[in-house]
């Protein structure tokens, strides 16, 4: 007669849906960042500081990714940009702010190029383009700019 051994192996796995507050600090021991983290990544409202103590950056993530509605600041606390976020490429309108202007940038799909309308004074001054934030190109009028993009729509 033979014998027939049955085996069963449980193997117990923990993975942690516990959230924690995290803080990150400066090697001078001012806060550098602060935000939830869930199974190591950044996940819900984090804010981001410059060295000085002033906000930098706050947002959400997403399982480590960027999404949703972004503010950046200048070290001296002022707005200067703000805009979307999808899997952390930004997306949509943005809206980067300068002492005496702002632009109204639109991004392309590959979350690199940006098309931007300047205001100056309440009225749009020129038309940019910008790719990873390097300036390539502008135009000092609408006209110019549909002129040499005729299929792109703003």
């Not at 190591?40 to 103590?53: E, I």
């Not at 990873?132 to 190109?137: E, S, T, W, Y």
């Amino acid at each position: 007669m033979r014998s027939i051994w049955l085996c069963t192996i449980v193997i117990l796995m923990s993975f942690s849906k516990e959230k924690t507050y995290t803080t990150m600090y400066y090697s001078s021991g001012k806060t550098k960042a602060e935000g939830w983290e869930m199974n190591g990544k950044m996940v819900d409202y984090w804010k981001f500081f410059h060295q000085n103590g002033n906000l930098s950056s706050e947002g959400h993530f997403n399982k480590g990714s960027k999404e949703g509605y972004w503010f950046y600041y200048d070290k001296q606390g002022h707005k200067a940009k703000e805009g979307h976020y999808l899997n952390n490429k930004p997306i949509d309108w943005w809206v980067y702010y300068y002492e005496n202007s702002y632009e109204n940038c639109i991004f392309q799909p590959d979350g690199k190029t940006r098309f931007c309308l300047t205001y100056e004074n309440g009225s749009i001054s020129k038309a940019k383009k910008y790719v990873n934030d390097v300036f390539l190109q502008q135009w000092l009028s609408i006209q110019s700019f549909k002129r040499d993009n005729p299929d792109f729509k703003f």
